[in-house]
């Protein structure tokens, strides 16, 4: 099913599905597995390029090689802007913690105060994947076997998808559009 958000249409499986990322199970394969980047803006590509050399410390020498060597994307099978992969695998940002946890050197530059972006709004919104038409954006969520941990963890603590990206969502959307989807959450959740 389907509901209308100001130029959204939005899956209603972002309210009924349960998810909450649960990072000591998956070990952040969501940055290293599957057939591409993270998708990225025009916009994020020129913030990550303006910002680069105060990201480049965090990151691991083979993703800076990647980098160095390819820009900080290359155009993936829709023609669109995707992060720049090492070896085809995991995305170029990508380090690993000391729990080999994948954790990306784009937030951790924000964290430390270096940056103002967090990170790309592709990854910040998963496991939403937005769309956009030319008179709408459709959000659809994406399922991943490499996320049933995450799920798991979701129906455990009963938060759903929406709940679960407050963040994202009002960074991406505002908060007006945060709002109309609690509204349309209680709706449904009455309805049903």
Known sequence: ????????????????KQFVCDLSACKGACCIEGNGGAPVTQEEVQIIEQNLTKIL????????????????VYQDADFEPATTLV????????????????KCAIEKAHREGKIDF??????????????????????????????APACACGEKLDVPVYKFL??????AFGPEFYKELEIVAKELKHES
């Open 166 to 171: 407050k963040e994202p969502l009002t960074r």
């Open 87 to 102: 070896n085809g695998k995991e995305c170029a940002f990508v380090y690993f913690d000391q729990t080999k946890t994948a």
């Open 1 to 16: 099913m389907l509901v209308e958000i100001q130029d959204k249409i939005i899956s209603t499986q972002i309210f009924d």
């Open 57 to 72: 410390p965090y990151m691991r020498p083979e993703g800076i090689a990647a980098v160095t060597a390819s820009g900080v």
């Open 118 to 147: 967090i990170k790309p709004i592709s990854c910040h919104l998963y496991p939403i994947r937005t769309k956009k038409f030319s008179e709408y954006t459709a959000l659809n969520y994406e399922k991943w076997d490499i996320c």
